[in-house]
């Protein structure tokens, strides 16, 4: 049984960063890549960033890129979203999911998922 956890989120304002961490728990065989997903009220969901537990390759979305940076621990329990340079448009329920895919970018492929963390960027 693959279990996730995220922790991290809170206040922050515009322009300054937090760190997102997933502790993930269970059979790597089920969870080949991770990724973080958020979303905001009232918008759709969006696939942010995917990184392998290894610490593998990269993928961010192009409203994070440049900001955000996706790093895995080499013990495969602790996954970590990194987020400089925050906007509003940042604010949202981040959560923290696992695929037993490869390389996979679509939200709707990853079966497990932390409880999400919520992260508000004010102005």
């Known amino acids: 049984q693959v279990q996730l956890g995220e922790s991290g989120g809170g206040l922050v304002q515009a322009g300054g960063s937090l760190r997102l961490s997933c502790a993930a728990s269970?059979?790597?065989?089920?969870?080949?890549?991770s990724g973080w997903v958020r979303q905001a009220p009232g918008k759709e969901r969006e696939f942010v960033a995917r990184?392998?537990?290894?610490?593998?390759?990269?993928y961010y979305a192009d409203s994070v890129k440049g900001r955000f940076t996706a790093s895995g621990d080499n013990t495969k329990t602790t996954l970590y979203l990194q987020k400089n340079i925050l906007k509003h448009e940042d604010t949202a329920v981040y959560y923290c999911?696992?695929?037993?895919?490869?390389?996979?970018?679509?939200?709707?492929?990853?079966?497990?998922w932390g409880q999400g963390t919520q992260v508000t960027v004010s102005s």
């Open positions: 269970g059979s790597t065989c089920s969870r080949h890549d």
């Open positions: 990184v392998s537990w290894s610490g593998g390759s990269t």
């Open positions: 999911a696992a695929t037993p895919y490869y390389s996979s970018n679509n939200y709707r492929e990853y079966n497990y």
